[in-house]
């Protein structure tokens, strides 16, 4: 799972920064014309929807040049040399710090919080590391609960003895061991509001699984965190979804990454994941009331146009693919939580393990 994050120990790191330091001052003493930073730019796919495309974000899809010649970048590489002193700071220390952090550390300079997540992926992909190797983390939202007990820093988690009470996921992934479980598979659900409503059912304990929320888009240590414990436990992997475009680009993020870290998307994805729901299909299948549909805005039309000419859906996932199409032709959408319409237990009782033992998956 490590990849770039091969670096075992802080002091690797600082090596690669104190190298890195150097070869831009060397850079700067020389004629300012002639002073550049390549940063190479990744992408995990195109707009190539034929899926004839070679995309990857395996390998650079091109370079950045960063030059002393314009002002924007003169600032650019300011704001990437404080940031990379703070993150040296934080190694030395063996402290870890909040993008929000860094940021109030020189808000006059840094003006708003993407110009310092910015200088952090630049430096991840300078330096050939993730962000977790710089003591960057982010302020953990992830919860798991069901049947899994592990350790991290020492801390023991034991989610067996109560699987229906949430746990929240860890933010420092790097140090969660001894990951047991004798659960059947991992449910992924898109939002809190349906992993409470799977807790209050006793899901997991009555169907001996374990079940993992990144409340929206998943953040960093979750996906982390679900990585980790898929390749140690080897269980198969379900997700369930909005029937929406935002739902469909949350389940899209699990499977083949963000763009925005594309440069870290193969050590984030989940190859396996096998999509359960909620389609568009579902409606009749499951004789949805029509009062629980809703219509697609212009907004939604727009968003599901930009998915359906994402490269990798015709070439991994057509069938995905073409229920995304199914949307887009009948016009409505609607939340998992409609399925409360035939009853406050129909998702936990009726519609999941029809799906997982019924193989309606994708």
């Known amino acids: 799972m490590e990849g770039n994050n091969s670096i075992s120990r802080p002091s690797d790191m600082l090596i690669r920064i104190k190298d890195f330091t150097r070869s831009i001052i060397k850079g700067m003493c020389k004629e300012q014309s002639s002073f550049v930073v390549h940063i190479d730019r990744f992408r995990n796919y195109c707009t190539d929807s034929s899926g004839h495309c070679c995309c ?3 390998t650079a899809k091109g370079k950045e040049l960063i030059t002393l010649q314009r002002e924007c970048h003169v600032h650019r590489l300011d704001v990437l040399l404080r940031v990379l002193l703070i993150v040296q700071q934080l190694l030395q220390e063996n402290k870890h710090g909040s993008k929000r952090d860094i940021f109030y550390m020189h808000p006059s300079v840094f003006r708003e919080q993407s110009v310092v997540d910015r200088a952090i992926n630049d430096i991840c992909i300078l330096l050939q590391c993730s962000r977790h190797n710089l003591n960057v983390v982010s302020v953990g939202k992830g919860l798991v609960m069901g049947w899994l007990r592990f350790s991290e820093a020492g801390r023991i988690f034991d989610c067996i003895n109560s699987p229906n009470s949430a746990h929240p996921v860890p933010v420092n992934v790097e140090d969660v061991k001894d990951i047991m479980s004798v659960a059947k598979y991992i449910l992924i659900v898109e939002k809190e509001s349906v992993f409470q409503r799977l807790s209050n059912d006793q899901f997991c304990k009555k ?9 929206g888009y998943p ?9 980790l414990i898929i390749e140690k436990l080897c269980l198969p992997t379900y997700c369930l979804v909005d029937c929406d475009p935002y739902g469909f680009d949350i389940l899209t993020t699990y499977r083949f990454g963000s763009m925005q870290m594309a440069f870290d998307a193969k050590f984030l994805r989940i190859s396996n994941i096998q999509w359960i729901g909620v389609f568009i299909s579902d409606v009749d299948r499951f004789s949805l009331p029509q009062h629980c549909l809703l219509p697609l805005t ?20 057509p069938e995905w693919r073409l229920e995304l199409e199914l949307l887009m ?3 409505v959408k609607f939340e998992i939580e409609a399925l409360s319409a035939h ?3 129909f998702l936990s009782e009726v519609y999941v393990p029809s799906k997982i033992k019924g193989e309606l998956q994708m």
Do not use: M, W
């Open 343 to 345: 009853s406050l237990s």
């Open 219 to 227: 953040d960093v240590p979750t996906r982390r965190f679900l990585r």
């Open 56 to 58: 990857s974000s395996d």
């Open 298 to 317: 212009n907004e939604d039309k727009s968003r599901t146009e930009a998915l359906l000419r994402r490269c990798y859906l015709e070439r991994e996932v």
């Open 207 to 215: 169907n001996q699984c374990i079940v993992i929320t990144g409340r």
């Open 329 to 331: 032709q009948r016009g």
